[in-house]
């Protein structure tokens, strides 16, 4: 049995291309899923419907004013959600422990913000060693990576805690599995690349990763400024 993981910012909830969007989420037919700017508005119902077709029945969805951008997740199976950390924005950031075939799964879905912002977010998951020993992933737009290994240019502001996460016992997935690849899943208007979404795993999750990549053609096609991550599990 295959588990689907698929992880996306949809630009500014979707839009005029909100069909297509809806489209491809149906085609990759995730058992879970996570949306980065997801928006509360009137493009918010052809999401929902999709998420009905598809039986991600268990959904959490933050309240939050339209025009803001929320974390969206949604599953298959039963899940039980909670923030991160007060003081963390709990639209941006949510934990989802998930009733998965193959016992509890610790999804850390985020959206997290730029530079300093980013940093206590950053510096919360690297503290949460009891997690390092259960199947559990982080994942969705970090806003981070290591500079001209994730990127084309020296501009990530908290490199040192995004590193300190990968000595403490996260593995990221899609870089554990393409050494040496050069893929960037968001492009600047000047045309410099930038590996903002990732998916880390722990030990005894990463092991059951079958296959993770981008799908750059969502985002080469304009549907989003993103390319989708998608990531399977036995």
């Given at each position: 049995?295959?588990?689907?993981?698929?992880?996306?910012?949809?630009?500014?909830?979707?839009?005029?291309?909100?069909?297509?969007?809806?489209?491809?989420?149906?085609?990759?037919?995730?058992?879970?899923?996570?949306?980065?700017?997801?928006?509360?508005?009137?493009?918010?119902?052809?999401?929902?419907?999709?998420?009905?077709?598809?039986?991600?029945?268990?959904?959490?969805?933050?309240?939050?004013?339209?025009?803001?951008?929320?974390?969206?997740?949604?599953?298959?199976?039963?899940?039980?959600?909670?923030?991160?950390?007060?003081?963390?924005?709990?639209?941006?950031?949510?934990?989802?422990?998930?009733?998965?075939?193959?016992?509890?799964?610790?999804?850390?879905?985020?959206?997290?913000?730029?530079?300093?912002?980013?940093?206590?977010?950053?510096?919360?998951?690297?503290?949460?060693?009891?997690?390092?020993?259960?199947?559990?992933?982080?994942?969705?737009?970090?806003?981070?990576?290591?500079?001209?290994?994730?990127?084309?240019?020296?501009?990530?502001?908290?490199?040192?805690?995004?590193?300190?996460?990968?000595?403490?016992?996260?593995?990221?997935?899609w870089r554990s599995r393409h050494h040496?690849?050069?893929?960037?899943?968001?492009?600047?208007?000047?045309?410099?690349?930038?590996?903002?979404?990732?998916?880390?795993?722990?030990?005894?999750?990463?092991?059951?990763?079958?296959?993770?990549?981008?799908?750059?053609?969502?985002?080469?096609?304009?549907?989003?400024?993103?390319?989708?991550?998608?990531?399977?599990?036995?």
């Amino acid at each position: 049995m295959i588990l689907r993981v698929m992880s996306w910012n949809i630009l500014q909830g979707g839009g005029k291309r909100i069909e297509g969007i809806v489209d491809a989420l149906e085609a990759f037919e995730p058992a879970v899923l996570t949306l980065q700017e997801y928006r509360h508005g009137r493009q918010s119902g052809h999401v929902i419907d999709a998420l009905d077709r598809l039986s991600l029945v268990h959904r959490h969805i933050p309240a939050n004013k339209p025009g803001k951008n929320s974390v969206l997740i949604a599953s298959r199976y039963p899940l039980v959600v909670e923030p991160w950390q007060d003081g963390l924005d709990a639209a941006l950031a949510i934990r989802a422990s998930i009733d998965a075939p193959r016992g509890p799964l610790d999804v850390l879905a985020a959206h997290l913000p730029h530079k300093r912002e980013q940093r206590p977010y950053l510096e919360f998951l690297a503290d949460q060693r009891a997690l390092v020993d259960t199947p559990a992933m982080i994942i969705g737009d970090l806003n981070c990576g290591i500079p001209f290994e994730d990127s084309d240019t020296r501009t990530f502001e908290n490199t040192h805690v995004f590193q300190s996460l990968l000595k403490r016992g996260w593995t990221d997935s899609w870089r554990s599995r393409h050494h040496s690849a050069r893929e960037f899943s968001w492009i600047s208007h000047r045309g410099n690349g930038y590996r903002y979404d990732h998916c880390l795993c722990t030990d005894s999750l990463d092991a059951r990763v079958r296959s993770v990549h981008y799908e750059h053609a969502l985002r080469e096609s304009g549907l989003s400024d993103h390319s989708a991550l998608l990531v399977e599990l036995d």
